[in-house]
T-cell receptor, first 114, second 113 residues
Framework: AQSVTQLDSHVSVSEGTPVLLRCNYS??????LFWYVQHPNKGLQLLLK??????LVKGINGFEAEFKKSETSFHLTKPSAHMSDAAEYFC????????????FGKGNQVVVIP | DTEVTQTPKHLVMGMTNKKSLKCEQH?????MYWYKQKAKKPPELMFV???????INESVPSRFSPECPNSSLLNLHLHALQPEDSALYLC????????????FGQGTRLTVV
């Protein structure tokens, strides 16, 4: 079984300040982990992914995430928020034996304050 | 080409209508998915096709009928829907197996009246 927990359903940040979105996962096997972003009425866009290579993963738009097996975490960070970062963010896990099934977290709604 | 194209973008249908949603990708992906997404919620998996065969049906009501005519196309046939079926319907594709990222289309915003 696999699952994802995203705390803080709503996150407000001031423009130019750091962004931190927390993700904890549960998986019976070594997981692959993803962060997706969704702007209003749009599809999901992949920000970055972890698939057992480097534990610090860099993605698009200045985002990065660190895989910590001991903490079963995959938190997403960005040093300086931009207005265009206002969106919904989903942490997603895929595991061997998952039969192509992705497990989504409940999402973080990010608001950027000018 | 890293796009998944969905048509139509918006659809309004009555409860007695029959309509179809279409999805197309040319990335050579052999797994394709339908998701349903309600407002402020994560996507919910409906169906998975792997190598053009239905591999997962998440107990979706029979008024939703998927079809995968070939490795590039995925359809979702709709019949006798209910107002609670109004949602954003997302198509995605990936290579089969763990670790392959899924590419999502822009979705079809469906309203059932």
């Amino acid at each position: 079984a696999q699952s994802v927990t995203q705390l803080d359903s709503h996150v407000s940040v001031s423009e130019g300040t750091p962004v931190l979105l927390r993700c904890n996962y549960s998986s019976s096997y070594s997981p692959s982990l993803f962060w997706y972003v969704q702007h209003p009425n749009k599809g999901l866009q992949l920000l970055l992914k972890y698939t057992s290579a480097a534990t610090l993963v860099k993605g698009i738009n200045g985002f990065e995430a660190e895989f910590k097996k001991s903490e079963t975490s995959f938190h997403l960070t960005k040093p300086s928020a931009h207005m265009s970062d206002a969106a919904e963010y989903f942490c997603v896990v895929s595991s061997l034996g998952g039969n192509n099934r992705l497990a989504f977290g409940k999402g973080n709604q990010v608001v950027v304050i000018p | 080409d890293t796009e998944v194209t969905q048509t139509p973008k918006h659809l309004v249908m009555g409860m007695t209508n029959k309509k179809s949603l279409k999805c197309e990708q040319h990335m050579g992906h052999r797994a394709m998915y339908w998701y349903k997404q309600k407002a402020k919620k994560p996507p919910e998996l409906m169906f998975v096709y792997s190598y053009e065969k239905l591999s997962i049906n998440e107990s979706v009501p029979s008024r939703f009928s998927p079809e995968c005519p070939n490795s590039s196309l995925l359809n979702l046939h709709l019949h006798a829907l209910q107002p609670e079926d109004s949602a954003l319907y997302l198509c995605a594709s990936s290579q089969p197996g763990q670790g392959a990222e899924a590419f999502f289309g822009q979705g079809t915003r469906l309203t059932v009246v």
